[in-house]
């Protein structure tokens, strides 16, 4: 299978990686050795980090937890990306409703 880099969602940083799955850097690295991923160096702002393929961190976790502790993990975060994006909304909303409060003040003058 050809890895794809440079669609969207299809790598994530060894950061992200252990954010996301609860993998340490010692089983990152020790699974790039093994050849269990495949990395790229990349760096923001001078500092370096890892990408890696999503995909091949989904098999090492599969493997080392089973299949019960990715989908707990994948759901974990769906769930942590729907709350961000709940409080963006809020936070949007409390702004409009400040606004249109504004608005109707300045017509009544």
């Known amino acids: 299978?050809?890895?794809?880099?440079?669609?969207?969602?299809a790598s994530l940083s060894d950061k992200?990686?252990?954010?996301?799955?609860?993998l340490t850097q010692q089983e990152i690295i020790t699974a790039i050795r093994a050849g269990k991923?495949?990395?790229?160096?990349?760096?923001?702002h001078g500092n370096p980090y890892l990408r890696l393929l999503r995909h091949e961190v989904e098999a090492l976790v599969r493997d080392n937890s089973g299949h019960d502790e990715l989908k707990k993990k994948k759901l974990q975060k769906e769930l942590a990306?729907?709350?961000k994006e709940a409080r963006k909304l809020k936070a949007r909303l409390k702004a409009i409703e400040r606004r249109k409060a504004e608005l109707m003040?300045?017509?009544?003058e």
């Open 1 to 9: 299978m050809k890895a794809n880099w440079t669609q969207k969602g």
């Open 37 to 44: 991923l495949q990395f790229r160096e990349n760096h923001i």
């Open 81 to 83: 990306d729907i709350n």
């Open 16 to 22: 992200s990686a252990r954010q996301e799955f609860g």
């Open 105 to 108: 003040k300045d017509l009544d």
